[in-house]
């Protein structure tokens, strides 16, 4: 007879088991990491066609959010701004930047200016962004402090996860109404405490669905 | 007064001393140890015979209907499968249970049969168990591809994800996944325990023949099995632990399947009866493949001297008695239909008899029920053709009986205007018929390459392991 193990595989039962359990260690880290839209998504940041600063407009100029987007608070679908409202200003300060050709193009001929979109919800999710702001979900929940980002980025994971951490604890994450587009305000939690923030969503009737159909209609 | 009592009851015996049935010999004309050996070894060691190629490139053909019909569905949807509202499950439900029932043979001769020292089991029970878990393969194939986007099919398991999707623990769907992988894996664990005696024996010949490369092969699945008293002491611990921890799952794998049926309120589904009838079931379609495989086995490799007219005669009678079940719980459904005066119950029942599904309720009642009552017959049962005819009887019995719980009770259940049909598409057909040649692939490749009796076990029951063989007569052959 052979000896096809030599005697060292006495201690292979054990060697696997610790092989796997590392193996599955690292696994588990390594997928929960760099797998998870934590990290496939936030930090996205692509080259727009014109380099257009939140952190000035927004920011330093504190021109209010709804001065561009104007429907969202109308609208399921949030808008961008059309080359006429840049030009709204843009006609007179820095009319001849040679940054802002393509808006001027747009203006002229029509064609939408080419933006790269960055916040993207799948097909198969139906959200309706007027319902959250009206109701109390500010700007910066989803988008984060875009006020401060002179490129705009993907701020947080919008993983299904993200959505149901607050549509299972709306109390942490509502603002009040004033409060909704400024982006460096506290929630009502943080202002006046939780029991503020449920009477809130009590005399609002807030209950976000929970259940698949909610968004998955 | 004692010698009163005496006299008053002179037919009371001092000693009950019932007649010793002489135990009909499990292996037949007093073969030898090495004979034995011989045999089994001689299968594998062999070359290869030329109907083995014909029958594994034809079940190699066979087994490309699945892989054609899996990729096409694959590429373009689960909706190429016949089923539509209000027959959700269709085919592939039918098929999964089909399968995973045939598996419950492996178990019971394995476990249950292990258990009780039925030592018949020992020439039948390495196949049955191959076969256990090659049709627990054809059963997997289905469920994972009609959750729809198979790439998503590890939402079955609870494992932490960024969408916070996770099990519904209630749905005995989900009772199903863990119930058929545990089975699947000790099923796997039984059977590759109980074969490293048996692969050592390959390893010592195939070095003794100068094969270095199956010898090292077999050798690293032997383990270093050297045989020694302390290996075997070891050894039937853990088959004994294994027998204990498979018996359990013999009834509750296809209990939990059952229960996929009987927790829902569909009319013909939602019974008490299920979880008994379903394993009835699964043991008797189980050892009519056990049959179906058997037999031609025996007559191509020449063992009738180890799968003797007894054991033909036992698997016959376990087929005969669970069969003889499921025809009670067939009569059961329709009695407590009945009795229930549930006006839905009692129209699904009728609906199956004499409703659009008739002709499959009718094949299933003649296959499932009246084919095993020729069972009875001795004549019947030392004919090794009816016997291998009958079985396969019973394995299409049991898909139709299947395709009858799934179809007549979804087709029509409470509101006529949910009301269907329920026909499959060629993708449906050519799918399950591939996955015979799957099956197939696979048992051909275990006669081939796996030693396909315990080798090690029959010996241990023939008329010459007997420590009194040729002292009380018995054995004189």
């Known amino acids: 007879m052979s000896n096809i193990f030599p005697k060292s595989a006495n201690k292979l039962p054990l060697q696997i088991i610790l092989y796997l359990v590392v193996l599955g260690g690292v696994v588990t880290a390594g997928a929960t990491y760099y797998m998870t839209p934590k990290y496939t998504r936030v930090g996205y940041a692509p080259v727009q066609p014109v380099p257009y600063s939140h952190a000035l407009h927004a920011g330093q100029l504190g021109i209010d959010c709804r001065y561009c987007h104007s429907n969202i608070e109308k609208s399921g679908v949030a808008n961008l701004p059309t080359a006429q409202t840049c030009m709204n200003c843009h006609n007179q300060v820095k009319k001849d930047s040679p940054l802002l050709a393509v808006v001027r193009q747009s203006?002229?001929?029509?064609?939408?200016?080419?933006?790269?979109?960055?916040?993207?919800?799948?097909?198969?999710?139906?959200?309706?962004?007027?319902?959250?702001?009206?109701?109390?979900?500010?700007?910066?929940?989803?988008?984060?402090?875009?006020?401060e980002m002179d490129v705009v980025a993907h701020a947080k994971p919008l993983s299904m996860g993200f959505c149901l951490d607050c549509h299972r604890d709306p109390a942490s994450h509502v603002r009040e109404k004033a409060d909704i587009y400024n982006l460096d305000s506290p929630t009502i939690a943080e202002k006046s405490g939780f029991a503020a923030a449920h009477q809130f969503l009590t005399d609002r009737n807030i209950k976000p669905p929970q259940s698949c159909s909610g968004c998955h209609r | 007064m004692a010698h009163a009592e005496t006299a008053a009851s002179p037919a009371i015996l001092d000693e009950v001393k019932p007649a010793v049935l002489a135990r009909p010999d499990l292996v037949d004309h007093d073969r030898s140890f090495s004979w034995i050996t011989e045999k089994i070894c001689g299968i594998i060691e062999g070359k290869t015979p030329a109907w083995w190629w014909w029958c594994f490139g034809v079940a190699c053909f066979v087994a490309s209907f699945t892989v054609a019909g899996i990729t096409y569905l694959v590429a373009t949807g689960v909706g190429v499968w016949g089923h539509r509202n209000p027959v959700n499950w269709g085919w592939p439900i039918v098929n999964f249970v089909f399968w995973i029932g045939i598996g419950h043979a492996g178990t019971l001769i394995s476990a249950i049969l292990c258990l009780l020292r039925q030592k018949w089991r020992t020439s039948i029970n390495r196949a049955a168990e191959a076969m256990t878990i090659f049709a627990v393969v054809c059963a997997g194939i289905f469920p994972v591809f009609h959750v729809g986007r198979v790439w998503y099919a590890w939402f079955l398991f609870p494992i932490p994800n960024s969408n916070y999707i996770w099990q519904n623990f209630r749905s005995p769907l989900e009772w199903d996944v863990f119930a058929v992988s545990t089975y699947g894996t000790v099923s796997v664990l039984f059977w590759y325990v109980g074969m490293i005696p048996d692969l050592a024996t390959l390893r010592d010949r195939f070095q003794a023949a100068g094969n270095k490369t199956r010898s090292w092969l077999y050798g690293f699945f032997a383990m270093g099995w050297r045989g020694s008293s302390r290996h075997w002491s070891n050894y039937e611990m853990a088959y004994l632990i294994l027998a204990g921890i498979a018996t359990p799952l013999v009834l509750s794998v296809h209990t939990i399947v059952s229960f996929d049926f009987a927790v829902s309120l569909i009319p013909g589904w939602h019974t008490t009866i299920f979880p008994p009838y379903f394993v009835a079931g699964a043991i008797f379609s189980g050892f009519g493949m056990v049959l179906t495989l058997m037999l031609p086995l025996r007559a191509i490799y020449h063992l009738e001297d180890l799968i003797t007219q007894y054991h033909i005669d036992c698997m016959c009678k376990i087929t005969l008695a669970t069969g003889t079940i499921v025809g009670y719980a067939y009569a059961m459904e329709f009695f407590i239909a009945w009795y229930s005066a549930n006006p839905y119950e009692g129209f699904t029942f009728i609906n199956r008899a004499f409703g659009p599904y008739a002709w499959a309720y009718w094949i299933m009642i003649s296959c499932n029920v009246i084919t095993p009552q020729f069972f009875w017959f001795k004549k019947v049962r030392e004919n090794t053709t009816m016997v291998w005819v009958l079985s396969i009887f019973v394995n299409v019995g049991m898909w139709f009986e299947r395709f009858v719980i799934i179809c007549t009770s979804l087709t029509r259940d409470y509101l006529p205007s949910s009301w269907g049909n329920m026909s499959p598409t060629i993708v449906d057909i050519f799918t399950f018929f591939g996955t015979f040649g799957v099956f197939s692939v696979l048992f051909l490749l275990f006669i081939r390459f796996l030693p396909l009796m315990a080798m090690a076990e029959i010996k241990a029951v023939t008329p010459r392991a007997d420590p009194h063989a040729g002292h009380d007569g018995h054995s004189a052959h």
């Open chain 1, 107 to 147: 203006y002229e001929t029509g064609e939408a200016v080419p933006w790269v979109k960055i916040h993207q919800t799948p097909d198969y999710v139906y959200f309706n962004h007027a319902i959250h702001v009206n109701r109390g979900v500010s700007c910066v929940e989803c988008h984060g402090k875009i006020n």
